[in-house]
């Protein structure tokens, strides 16, 4: 919806800033969604780095299929743990999407530049 009020140039400059190498490094590390180009932070969700994979089925009870050769796992309890989605390509699994909290998005869509 966002995208379809502000067109998509300016949802695309926003997304190219939100996935800079920098700003995935944090969030992996960290948890913390930000634009380090404009140093402004929109809240933080579970970190990858801090995921516990030790319990097999709880890793399990995370996962939901998307379509075949994609799934997402979410990164911890409730709903503002925030997820990833992996797909499979070639002969490895790769990231093919981040999702935020709610909270976190409703943040990001609250600095959105007006029309």
Not at 29 to 48: E, H, K, P, Q, Y
Not at 90 to 109: C, F, Q, Y
């Amino acid at each position: 919806m966002a995208i379809n009020t502000l067109g998509t140039s300016k949802a695309d400059d926003f997304a190219t800033k939100l996935t800079s190498p920098e700003n995935l490094s944090v969030l992996v590390r960290s948890g913390t969604v930000r634009n380090a180009a404009d140093n402004i932070s929109f809240g933080t969700m579970a970190s990858l780095a801090n995921f516990d994979a030790s319990n097999v089925f709880a890793v399990i009870g995370r996962i939901t299929p998307v379509k075949p050769g994609e799934f997402s796992l979410t990164l911890g309890p409730g709903e503002n743990a925030g997820s990833i989605s992996m797909h499979f390509e070639g002969t490895a699994w790769k990231l093919s999407g981040i999702t935020p909290p709610p909270r976190v998005i409703a943040a990001m869509v609250d600095r959105l530049p007006a029309r």
